[in-house]
């Protein structure tokens, strides 16, 4: 199973927005409505900040949305401040007892 | 609130074996999943397996199966991730997380992870 596709760098400017794309199939992002997005800074635990394809656990700013269309999901930076900058990864439901990560994409802020 | 606290760094020489932890605060371990999930050295995130400590049922990913072992003790809140013997290519970051298993039509399987661990880096080299 490959992890899902994401790009591995996205950068904008403070107070921009930017738009970080998840592409897998419809075994996975595509099939339920199961993707979820952390946020990782370096030597620090992942941060669930997305689950269930849209919802934000109490704590998250709503700077922070996503949505999905098919097979490709998206997370949403409004506002972007300098400590977002960090790396981002969705994750997928993959069927029994099985997850999906993507490759992690890299935001720069400016 | 909810922790996940994992044992320390690790340093080791390729063939021995390790056992490292990961202990729950503040929720009850024994009714949610915990998935423990590796970062190789400039890599993303790869989901290893996960293990509901209250009977211990445990489920690995292929790419895993058979390369690790995954337990748990639920008197003591702890699940754990062991190598009978390790390769140079363990070395990397491991985190637990706590996982929320879902079941859309019927079959289960992780939505999500909820709460992480410190991570651990176990470092294998001769």
């Known amino acids: 199973q490959s992890a899902l596709t994401q790009p591995r760098s996205v950068s904008g400017s403070p107070g921009q927005s930017v738009t970080i794309s998840c592409t897998g199939t419809?075994?996975?992002?595509?099939?339920?409505?199961?993707v979820s997005w952390y946020q990782h800074h370096p030597a620090k635990a992942p941060k669930l900040m997305i689950y269930?394809?849209?919802k934000r656990p109490s704590g998250v700013p709503d700077r922070f949305s996503a949505s999905k269309s098919g097979n490709t999901a998206s997370l949403t930076i409004s506002g972007l401040q300098a400590e977002d900058e960090a790396d981002y990864y969705c994750?997928?439901?993959?069927?029994?007892?099985?997850?999906?990560f993507g490759g992690g994409t890299k935001l720069t802020v400016l | 609130e909810v922790q996940l606290v994992q044992s320390g760094a690790e340093v080791k020489k390729p063939g021995e074996s390790l056992k490292i932890s990961c202990k729950g605060f503040g929720y009850s371990f024994t009714t949610y999943w915990i998935g423990w999930v590796r970062q190789m050295p400039g890599k993303g995130l790869e989901w290893m397996g996960i293990?509901?400590?209250?009977?211990?049922?445990?489920r690995y990913s292929p790419s895993f199966q058979g390369q690790v072992t995954i337990s748990a003790d639920k008197s003591i809140s702890i699940a754990y991730l062991q190598w009978s013997s390790l390769e140079a290519s363990d070395t990397a970051m491991y985190y637990c997380?706590?996982?929320?298993?879902?079941?859309?039509?019927?079959?289960?399987?992780?939505?999500?992870?909820?709460?992480w661990g410190q991570g651990a880096l176990v470092t294998v080299s001769s």
């Open positions: 994750c997928s439901y993959a069927g029994i007892y099985s997850v999906i």
């Open positions: 419809s075994s996975d992002v595509g099939g339920h409505s199961y």
């Open positions: 269930d394809v849209s």
């Open positions: 293990i509901y400590p209250g009977d211990s049922d445990t």
């Open positions: 997380a706590r996982a929320i298993v879902v079941d859309p039509s019927g079959i289960l399987g992780v939505g999500y992870f909820d709460y």
